[in-house]
């Protein structure tokens, strides 16, 4: 069965430091992937998505970016945090041409102090 | 563009009471539609989605939706509430554009209240 890794499960940065939070998929091949941000608890804004190795789409200018270097790892990155990147940080994946919904990892609650 | 509202930030229940929690869309051609839950400090949990059929869509936990195209709605519903689904409840459409990578685009969210 298919799995997703979201790791580390929460992370206090000082503002300034660099960032990578890492997400893995097992159990498929060539799936679609994405990183959300939710700020507040509430509303999920799309940040990335990937469609493939190397083939990454941003979705919001911003101070992060994002990389795929093997099939089912996505990473999420900065060189330089700022407060306003403090949140709640959603990997998620979806069967590439699938009609299936998402399936979420269990996310990375950031806070930049 | 394609969007999705729900229009409560906030449903309070009593336990054992059907409970409704709205979405409206809006999207050119046909939506596909899901419901997700997420508990405090979760990720996200897919409840059901709507891509084609009948009307009525049948998910986990005894939710069901109702897909309405003429009032662009897909309302969530659940005959009895339990004290166990009070958590945060987002729609979301997927984006059907041409190379968006089958991106969902989500409701703000409704958060569910049921007191026993």
């Known amino acids: 069965s298919q799995t997703i890794h979201q790791w580390p499960a929460t992370l206090v940065q000082p503002v300034g430091s660099p960032l990578s939070l890492e997400c893995t998929v097992e159990?498929?091949?060539?799936?679609?992937l994405y990183w959300y941000r939710q700020a507040a608890g509430r509303g999920l804004q799309l940040l990335f998505y990937?469609?493939?190795?190397?083939?990454i789409s941003s979705e919001v200018p911003q101070n992060l970016s994002a990389s795929r270097p093997q099939d089912r790892q996505f990473i999420l990155s900065s060189k330089k945090l700022l407060l306003s990147d403090s949140g709640f940080y959603l990997c998620?994946?979806?069967?590439?041409?699938?009609?299936?919904?998402?399936?979420f990892g269990s996310g990375t609650r950031l806070t930049v102090v | 563009a394609q969007s999705v509202a729900q229009p409560e930030d906030q449903v309070n229940v009593a336990e054992g009471n059907p409970l409704t929690v709205k979405c409206t869309y809006s999207?050119?051609?046909?939506?596909?539609l899901f419901w997700y839950v997420q508990y405090p400090n979760r990720g996200l949990q897919f409840l059901l989605k709507?891509?084609?059929?009948?009307?009525l869509v049948k998910g986990s936990y005894g939710f069901e939706a109702e897909f309405n195209k003429s009032q662009t709605s897909f309302h969530l519903k659940k005959p009895s509430a339990l004290v166990s689904d009070s958590a945060l409840y987002f729609c979301?459409?997927?984006?059907?554009?041409?190379?968006?990578?089958?991106?969902?685009?989500f409701g703000q969210g409704t958060e569910l209240s049921v007191k026993p």
């Open positions: 999207v050119s051609g046909n939506p596909y």
């Open positions: 990937s469609v493939g190795i190397g083939q």
């Open positions: 159990g498929t091949s060539n799936p679609n």
């Open positions: 709507y891509i084609t059929g009948d009307n």
């Open positions: 979301a459409v997927r984006d059907m554009g041409r190379n968006q990578g089958g991106k969902l685009i």
């Open positions: 998620a994946w979806r069967l590439y041409r699938s009609n299936y919904g998402y399936t």
